[in-house]
């Protein structure tokens, strides 16, 4: 008999407006107190205290125009947010402070999350959708030198790239780039020759987020229509399509996959967080809590494995923090 | 008739006198049935026999020469064999020339398509005669996009010049085109709004077909002109006409480049395949390797039962619908669909509270235009209107036919209205069977829930099922009374539907005039009363209705559009079958009087078969009034 499904732990509320993107920052050790960066439609980004569950500092810096990416820069003291004003701006959050300190424009109109690799200690490399249509821009911070741009090939006909993701298999390796783009398509792009090496249609729609297991070389899209699709990278660099799964409803606006590869969550457009587990795609639960489509999931980094969460946050303003499977 | 060839120098006129008395006097059949076939054979490789031949038809004197030339072109087995058989008689005379080019073309019109092959054939296949085909083709043209003759002629001749017309195009060589595209270009277009502006379907459709092959011929490369119509026998077998099968005897192989540029033209420009340099290949999972199985099986799963599809829920309340469908608030369409989809049930459940908002409820749906795709979304706004119509009949046909008349409406509207009152009269009328819903022999009129231009022929459908059925309709009044039986609720409200919309039609608005340009409206509102008189029957104000009719249908009998003829004509039939039989002899004699003589000229001189067959059935419907009054004992 199986249980029914969990409740979620706690759930946040006061962010006033649809919550477009999540991300924690728990890993530091004590005193630290574990928190959660969240950005909203209004332009503000919340800094939740997981202590107290009530926001700590609200930062607004994109001009009250919708923040759809936060992500931490080794450690809650620095921070990049990315809004609809066309802007990436980095945070300096130490001691209590809240400027912006440096920030590029982008002039891109899209919705396409930027993608952050660490590659040495202060140096990261960051891949962004630039002003031309099909264009990935991979800048070099903190200097914000371009390394180089990622230009498909003419008559590619990809359409906007809508989800990006930079990894290297280990450090000192070369980095990768994955990217899904509007016609359905994954392409693998190496950074540094400029080129891509390997392409995948994985849909039909547009492609809204993938995710990347750098160990087992797979990967997993989600898109707007009722699959999946799981690929996998072979050695000799080529993208090939692992397996699909159908979904009870259409429409996926995040995947992300925990970090220690056991389980992923799905944010669905019918108001599910879908969990399933990595190994083969197995479905482990549906949390049904949300109101309205559910824009983001992240799972923290809490060193402890059982204190180990899982937030989503949702159109309908709020975002539920659960804790799933944490016991493994 | 045999001749036996020598060398012998003979004069064949007296033959052709023969052939020419005997064919006058409508003996062609007997005679060419045998002269033909022989003369094809002997003809076939024999020069001389070919002569001979021409001398033969060109020695028929004049006044004979129609006869003969009428029943070889229609004898012939082809227009290859004409050709040797006429050789180029009607380059030589006159009056071959006229019967050909003329008369048969342009002033007859009962031929086969057979013989118009033939007749069209046998022209282009000669230099000299040639030109005559062009000639024809400017007249036919002519005609073609005269709107006069588009009014006027009957749909029959209409369809016989276009046949011809496009047998003429499939015969034009390539210098030809090119010499003579802009009058085709001018003619074309003028053709063109001629037809479109036609009240008959069948009619625009011939337009828009002979309208296409010409765009066809004139822009082989480049856009062609492309209608919406739906493919019936009628215009495939039209389109097949523009291209010729060769014969096999020499013939410029124009037809066979026809074929191929129609083919070139055809040919969808390959889209670019996406060429990824590594498709798609699946790779079956295999059974992961034993060491991974275990660790994924300490996750177990939840519950995940009530992982269904998400479903919109639909409001449950009238007023709730009303604030989706009217409520400027756009972002949930989803609930505005599902909105849409359940109204008609909603209605139909909860009369009560539908009668409290009624008339704003038919505001809103007659002015709902479709926010997102759904499927049947006029299906289903035409339903809900029904369904409020029929909850709440009087306010809202009061609001509805003064909307009719009202400034500001598209046509599309006004007869969307139309179609409401007609569909919401008919359930009204119809009585609820509880129970057995057997009705004996009685054919329920079946009007169609689409509208579209073809409700017409499901209405007139409608009047002539009934005429055929009169005589049991009144078998049929009887056994009604023995079902289950309930009150008429078209009695109460058939005036409130019918007077309103005969009110105003000769005030004409800014937007809107019926007596002028909006003919098809007006042609559908006529059909609408003929529809709302009959289904009027056994109510009370069913002879105020027909005198109001009478005087309507009296004032516009001689319209110009033979749409709105037909549908006057379903006046009467509807008001003869629906007003009983004493109230018409006794409240309405000299205008029925007036009204037969009306009848008689119709049946003889209507261009369109229709109306004259509609007349004759009206005629016979009173002469069946006429001898039942006749039979009742005084």
Redesign the interface.
């Given at each position: 008999?199986?249980?029914?499904?969990?409740d979620p732990q706690f759930v946040l509320r006061g962010t006033s407006a649809a919550v477009h993107t999540l991300h924690f920052s728990c890993g530091g050790p004590e005193p630290d107190i574990p928190l959660l960066f969240s950005g909203s439609e209004n332009g503000f980004i919340h800094v939740w205290n997981l202590k107290t569950h009530r926001v700590d500092t609200a930062l607004d810096g994109h001009g009250r125009k919708s923040v759809y990416c936060v992500q931490t820069m080794g450690g809650k003291d620095r921070l990049l947010s990315q809004g609809r004003d066309q802007r990436i701006c980095l945070w300096d959050l130490a001691e209590g402070r809240t400027s912006v300190t440096d920030s590029v424009f982008t002039e891109h109109v899209g919705f396409c999350r930027c993608s952050l690799l660490k590659v040495a200690q202060g140096r990261w490399l960051m891949a962004m959708a630039a002003r031309s249509l099909e264009e990935v821009q991979i800048l070099e911070l903190p200097s914000k030198t371009s390394v180089c741009t990622l230009k498909p090939e003419v008559?590619?006909?990809l359409g906007m790239p809508m989800c990006l993701k930079l990894w290297q298999l280990n450090c000192g390796s070369q980095p990768v780039l994955l990217a899904g783009y509007e016609?359905g398509?994954v392409v693998l792009w190496n950074v540094s020759m400029g080129k891509a090496l390997?392409?995948?249609?994985?849909h039909q729609e547009p492609v809204m987020s993938l995710d990347f297991d750098s160990e087992k070389a797979k990967g997993i899209s989600g898109s707007s229509e009722k699959v999946l699709s799981i690929w996998?990278l072979n050695e000799q660099q080529?993208?090939?399509?692992?397996?699909t799964h159908e979904l009870?409803?259409a429409g996926i606006s995040d995947i992300t996959i925990r970090p220690d590869k056991?389980?992923l969550a799905t944010a669905g457009w019918?108001?599910?967080i879908r969990i399933f587990?990595w190994?083969?795609l197995?479905?482990?639960?549906?949390l049904?809590y949300h109101t309205a489509t559910v824009h983001c999931v992240s799972f923290s980094d809490h060193s402890n494995p059982r204190e180990r969460l899982l937030a989503a946050g949702s159109k309908d303003q709020r975002i539920s923090v659960w804790s799933i499977?944490a016991q493994? | 008739v045999c001749f036996i060839p020598g060398g012998l120098d003979c004069s064949i006129s007296f033959v052709s006198h023969v052939l020419g008395k005997v064919c006058v006097h409508g003996r062609q059949k007997e005679i060419l049935g045998v002269l033909v076939p022989c003369l094809t054979d002997v003809t076939k490789s024999d020069c001389i026999w070919q002569r001979i031949c021409w001398r033969l038809v060109e020695c028929v004197p004049d006044r004979w020469m129609e006869a003969v030339v009428l029943g070889f072109v229609q004898r012939a087995p082809g227009a290859d064999v004409l050709s040797r058989l006429l050789g180029n008689l009607v380059v030589k005379n006159k009056k071959a020339q006229f019967v050909v080019t003329q008369k048969m073309l342009l002033l007859q019109y009962g031929h086969t398509t057979a013989v118009l092959q033939n007749l069209l054939g046998y022209l282009s296949l000669e230099s000299l005669r040639h030109t005559l085909l062009l000639r024809v083709l400017q007249e036919l043209l002519e005609t073609w996009s005269s709107s006069s003759a588009v009014k006027h002629s009957p749909v029959e001749q209409q369809l016989y010049i276009s046949k011809a017309i496009l047998i003429c195009l499939s015969h034009l060589k390539e210098p030809e085109i090119e010499s003579y595209r802009q009058e085709l270009l001018t003619s074309m277009m003028e053709g063109v709004k001629c037809h479109l502006d036609s009240s008959l379907p069948q009619l625009r459709r011939l337009g828009m077909v002979v309208a296409e092959s010409i765009s066809l011929k004139i822009n082989t490369e480049g856009p062609v002109l492309k209608f919406e119509y739906e493919e019936d026998n009628e215009t495939r077998e039209l389109k097949s006409l523009l291209v010729q099968t060769p014969p096999f005897c020499v013939v410029p192989s124009l037809p066979d480049d026809d074929r191929s540029e129609e083919a070139g033209a055809a040919l969808p420009l390959v889209p670019?395949s996406?060429e990824?340099?590594?498709?798609?290949?699946?790779?079956t999972?295999d059974e992961?390797s034993d060491a991974?199985l275990d660790?994924?099986d300490?996750?177990?799963?939840?519950?995940?039962s009530?992982?269904?599809?998400?479903k919109i829920k639909a409001p449950v309340y009238i007023r709730d619908c009303i604030e989706v469908l009217a409520g400027s608030r756009s972002e949930d369409v989803d609930k505005w669909e599902a909105t849409v989809k359940a109204l008609e049930s909603l209605v139909r459940k909860n009369p009560a509270a539908t009668r409290e908002v009624s008339v704003e409820l038919a505001k809103i749906l007659l002015h709902l235009e479709e926010k997102t795709c759904i499927e049947g979304f006029v299906e289903l706004r035409q339903r809900a209107q029904v369904a409020v119509l029929t909850t709440d009949p009087i306010p809202v046909a009061k609001y509805l036919t003064s909307q009719f008349y009202s400034l500001n409406y598209s046509l599309r509207q006004r007869m969307d209205i139309l179609d409401v009152l007609v569909l919401a009269a008919q359930e009204l009328s119809c009585p609820k069977f509880r129970g057995k819903t057997k009705h004996s022999g009685a054919q329920k009129p079946c009007i169609q829930l689409l509208p579209g231009s073809d409700s017409s022929k499901d209405w007139r459908r409608v009047v002539d099922e009934r005429i055929k059925s009169k005589t049991r309709r009144f078998d049929m009044g009887q056994s009604r009374v023995e079902l289950a039986s309930c009150p008429n609720e078209f009695n109460s409200v058939a005036g409130h539907f019918f007077f309103p919309l005969i009110q105003h039609f000769d005030r004409p608005l800014t937007t809107f005039d019926l007596l002028g340009e909006d003919h098809l409206v007006l042609g559908r509102l006529v059909h609408t009363l003929a529809v709302l008189m009959y289904l009027a029957v056994n109510t009370v104000a069913v002879t105020a209705m027909g005198k109001a009719l009478l005087e309507f249908v009296w004032a516009l009998r001689f319209h110009t559009d033979s749409y709105v003829r037909q549908g006057l004509l379903s006046c009467i039939s509807s008001l003869l079958l629906s007003v009983p039989t004493e109230r018409i002899l006794a409240d309405m004699t000299e205008e029925l009087l007036e009204t037969q003589s009306w009848l008689g000229d119709v049946m003889e001189k209507d261009p369109d078969g229709d109306c004259r067959r509609l007349a004759l059935q009206n005629l016979l419907l009173m002469e069946n009034l006429k001898k039942k009054l006749e039979a009742v004992p005084s």
């Open positions: 008999m199986a249980l029914p499904p969990p008559g590619a006909k016609d398509s390997s392409q995948l249609i994985c996998s080529n993208l090939q399509v692992y397996k009870v409803n056991k389980i019918d108001h599910r587990g190994k083969k197995k479905p482990l639960a549906v049904d499977y493994t | 670019e996406n990824k340099p590594h498709t798609a290949a699946a790779v999972p992961e991974e660790s994924d300490d996750l177990v799963p939840y519950d995940m009530e992982d269904k599809e998400l």
